[in-house]
């Protein structure tokens, strides 16, 4: 679906020219500076994979010695998740038609638990070394029930030694909220607290999906889910969360600012990150960069090639690559996604660049790895 987001008039053009040769000059500076990178990148552990689906909408997929296969030389760990969503084939809705996405059906999503012990059996069927690559997380809880942390204790004591976090698990998502069977998330559930807290307690870490924003949203106006976002994950400072996709999705576009609320500051997208990034309340949040939906937002112009590189130079510790393929069925569709960056690794330091593609995702889940099998030394049998 063709989408202008990210595009600018003729007339901006024009305004924006000057910028665009700083971007051009700092694009040239910035391949001169990271050549010894992109030696690297063609060969060997370009990327740790933060955001990882290796099964679909109905639960089929690829096993991981086949992601192993894609993964090659150019991954060195990824995430494993599966979709806590099912979609139901209802024959009253499409007949013989059998949807596999959920935009292929007007029947509703259900929550589908098993999905976590399918992980553990397909991460339990690797040997140690192929294991050591790979950080499982739990999904199959239902975030707008009160038991849902139960769920994730009982799959860390059924499972032990297995898996690192919890999610890409999602509370307001375009298209997928309004078709889950019962009662809707929200960000401001007390069952999403509970959830939160066990994560804390345990040392899991949480990959969370929320829309900053309604779909088609307007310029200018504030970003309806922000505030009960920033609520949310400021009651939850002790709780390692990864906002993924920075909020963003198809078609919840950036947020954007006509010039005259700009001039009444009004921020944009990036300025509503850059306010995240230095609040002192918000350190334990980085954000993810997955999903192919999200790259044509960075890459859709020079003018956006830049501001968003500056965002991920400027503070290098808080964002994480991720590809957000779903059982991806060969290297060609897996590595797209990577390779649709190219134009901002270009014009990131190689400190940046390391950062977001590997260091982070080391960081966060070397440290959720060793909290969560702490944890269940403590409190599984
Ligand atoms: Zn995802």
Do not use: C
Not at 331 to 348: E, N, R, S, T
């Amino acid at each position: 679906m063709p989408l202008s987001v990210g595009a600018s008039s003729e007339g901006r053009r024009v305004w924006l020219r000057p910028a665009r040769w700083a971007a051009i000059a700092f694009a040239v500076w910035g391949s001169v500076f990271t050549l010894p990178l992109t030696a690297q990148q063609s060969g060997a552990d370009e990327f740790n994979d933060s955001h990882f689906h290796l099964t679909n909408y109905i639960q089929e997929g690829i096993d991981p010695h086949q992601f192993l296969q894609i993964m090659g030389r150019r991954v060195s760990r990824s995430t494993l998740f599966g979709i806590p969503l099912q979609q139901q084939w209802s024959y009253a809705n499409s007949g013989e038609f059998a949807p596999t996405y959920y935009l292929q059906s007007d029947a509703p999503l259900y929550y589908y638990s098993f999905t976590d012990a399918y992980i553990a059996s397909m991460y339990r069927s690797l040997s140690k070394d192929e294991q050591a690559r790979f950080d499982p997380m739990i999904t199959g809880f239902n975030p707008a029930d009160m038991y849902a942390a139960d769920h994730i204790r009982r799959v860390l004591r059924i499972f032990p030694g297995v898996f690192t976090g919890i999610g890409e698990f999602s509370i307001h998502k375009e298209f997928v909220s309004s078709k889950v069977s019962g009662e809707t998330a929200s960000l401001t559930n007390p069952a999403l607290d509970r959830v939160l807290d066990f994560a804390a307690e345990a040392g899991l870490v949480v990959i969370l999906h929320s829309d900053i924003d309604m779909p088609f949203a307007k310029m200018d106006a504030e970003p309806v889910y922000l505030s009960q976002m920033k609520a949310l994950l400021k009651r939850h400072p002790k709780t390692t969360i990864i906002w993924a996709h920075i909020g963003l999705g198809r078609v919840v576009h950036p947020v954007q600012t006509s010039a005259a609320a700009a001039a009444e500051r009004s921020p944009s997208q990036v300025g509503i990150v850059e306010a995240m990034l230095t609040d002192p309340a918000l350190a334990h949040v980085s954000f993810d960069i997955s999903w192919d939906e999200v790259a044509k937002y960075a890459v859709a112009t020079p003018e956006t090639v830049s501001r968003v590189a500056t965002m991920l130079n400027r503070y290098p510790d808080r964002f994480l690559f991720g590809t957000d393929t779903v059982a991806p069925s060969g290297p060609g569709p897996y590595f797209a996604v990577f390779d649709m960056w190219a134009p901002v690794w270009k014009q990131l330091t190689p400190e940046a660049s390391l950062k977001v593609r590997k260091a982070n995702y080391e960081r966060l889940f070397d440290e959720g790895r060793r909290r969560v099998r702490a944890w269940e030394r403590a409190n599984v049998r």
